[in-house]
């Protein structure tokens, strides 16, 4: 599977952003679909995650400000940030897994500014 992401940008804090990732080769129902965050300096870490089911998780650090969801239609999954805040500012990457296998899309950079 092959992802492309998009959507990130520059925002102020308090706002929102929309993030895109769109699969091809693949349908995502077929995997775990995931967004992660690179900060500057810091490791890549898991900000939300949609089963091949329903159930989503969300980082603590996130929870009842994003939202991730899929798109069966579309083949893309979203990832819906609002009440950003500068600490979410980071490079995020939506991945699709399916038992040991990892796929990953390039970055997309969200920049919060105060």
């Known amino acids: 599977v092959q992802l492309q992401a998009s959507g990130g940008g520059l925002v102020q804090a308090g706002g929102f952003r929309g993030l895109s990732c769109v699969a091809s080769g693949s349908m995502v129902n077929d995997y775990a679909m995931e967004w992660f965050r690179q900060a500057p300096g810091k490791q890549r870490g898991l900000v939300a995650a949609l089963g091949k089911g329903s159930g989503a998780n969300y980082a603590d650090s996130v929870k009842g400000r994003f939202t991730i969801s899929r798109d069966n239609a579309k083949n893309m999954v979203t990832l819906q940030m609002n009440s950003l805040k500068p600490e979410d500012t980071g490079v995020y990457y939506c991945?699709?897994?399916?038992?040991?296998?990892?796929?990953w899309g390039q970055g997309t950079q969200v920049t919060v500014s105060s």
């Open positions: 991945s699709a897994s399916s038992g040991f296998r990892r796929y």
